[in-house]
């Protein structure tokens, strides 16, 4: 079964800063990863999907890059703004499986 | 167009009773999965459909749940006998075309259940 996780669990910083989530995740056989952001109580919004056969994705200010052969992806978040104040989450897939597999994020706070 | 969406929002009921969940994917969606999210950790799997049927029910924890989707599209999320440890926020999300090829799934706002 796919491990996730997801270093830092937490992380305040000021407005304005680049910040980087790193995720890990066990088995390198994977179709894709897709980042998503859960605000307090709310669903998950897909941020991006980034293929396998990819290295990096981006989407505005937002900044996946994805290493298979090492299990690791990073979000990069630039000039972080207080609205990007929510949980990330790190979800790859596993080949052979139909579902997504996810950590127990990072919960960014960014302080105005 | 609609996103994924998750009726009752709130759900509470006591121990032993049963409920139903539903989830209206994207319109078009041939794929839908519903997910389990207990307070501060992921989502963990339950069960994927294609279509009208259950191709992948794998994560359903225990024969007291039980999922439907009779026409490919509306699923229903049904648990017998409620124990408190149920409690969660049950998610669902849809996505174009099967599991295993590289498409976004699009998660709904979940419907929290409280298990009393």
């Known amino acids: 079964k796919q491990e996730v996780t997801q270093i830092p669990a937490a992380l305040s910083v000021p407005e304005g800063e680049n910040l980087v989530l790193n995720c890990s995740f066990t088995?390198?056989?994977?179709?894709?990863l897709q980042w998503f952001r859960q605000d307090p109580g709310k669903g998950l919004t897909s941020l991006l999907l980034i293929q396998s056969s990819q290295r990096e994705q981006t989407s505005g200010r937002l900044n996946a890059s994805l290493d298979k052969s090492s299990g690791r992806s990073t979000l990069y978040i630039a000039a972080s703004q207080p609205g990007d104040s929510a949980t990330y989450l790190c979800?790859?897939?596993?080949?052979?499986?139909?579902?997504?597999?996810f950590g127990t994020g990072t919960r960014l706070t960014v302080i105005p | 167009g609609a996103g994924v969406s998750q009726t009752p929002s709130n759900k509470v009921t006591e121990k032993g009773k049963y409920v139903e969940l539903r989830c209206d994917p994207i319109s078009g969606h041939t794929a839908l999965y519903w997910y389990r999210q207990s307070l501060g950790q992921g989502p963990e799997f339950l069960i994927y459909f294609q279509g009208t049927g259950a191709a992948d029910d794998s994560g359903l924890p225990n024969d007291r749940f039980f999922a439907v989707r009779p026409e490919g599209s509306v699923s229903t999320l049904k648990i017998q006998r409620t124990e408190r440890g149920d409690s969660a926020v049950y998610l669902c999300a849809s996505s174009a075309v099967s599991g295993r090829a590289t498409d976004t799934q699009y998660f709904g706002p979940g419907t929290r259940l409280t298990v009393l």
């Open positions: 088995d390198s056989a994977i179709y894709n």
């Open positions: 979800a790859p897939d596993q080949t052979g499986a139909n579902n997504l597999f």
